[in-house]
């Protein structure tokens, strides 16, 4: 019961960042994102919402996993995964919110924060892994999808 109660907990964090996370994405995306010069290789809106949803998912099975390793030290590995989490929900209000008040600095910075954001999910894989293959494994898809995002984000900077 304790283990089922931690999942659907790890679930609901991770949930509830991606939908906040979402707010600044669905309160622009009418806006200046609309018009936006964005690269040829930009997938189609519901490609982000399928994708996000199916890597939130499992970011909270890994760090579940993680946590159900009680005879290895994992507060670190643990620490690594809200500071992501945090530096994931940084990046939204970055690009999408304050694009019209900054400009392409605004993009600027959320690229940068992208970057932070990879290298803890890179950390956050290397300390997985050695306490849960499989949680180590299932933050893998995430580091691709950033790096896809970097070249978006990095593409947006150039062009707008």
């Known amino acids: 019961m304790r283990n089922t109660a ?41 490609m982000f919402t399928m994708t996000w949803l199916t890597l939130y998912t499992a970011m909270a099975v890994a760090a579940w996993l993680v946590w159900r390793q009680r005879r290895v030290p994992r507060g670190g590995a643990l620490r690594l995964y809200a500071i992501q989490l945090a530096l994931n929900l940084a990046w939204p209000p970055m690009f999408f919110g304050m694009y019209p008040m900054l400009g392409t600095a605004a993009l600027w910075l959320a690229l940068m924060i992208l970057g932070a954001l990879t290298v803890a999910v890179t950390l956050t894989v290397l ?31 150039l062009h707008n």
């Open 6 to 46: 931690a999942l659907l907990g790890f679930l609901a964090v991770s949930w509830t960042v991606s939908m906040l996370g979402s707010l600044p994405i669905r309160m622009n995306a009418d806006g200046w994102y609309a018009t936006a010069e964005k690269a040829p290789w930009t997938p189609p809106g519901w």
């Open 127 to 157: 300390r997985f892994g050695p306490i849960s293959k499989a949680a180590g494994l299932l933050m893998l898809p995430y580091v691709s999808w950033l790096v896809f995002s970097g070249s978006l984000n990095l593409y947006a900077a």
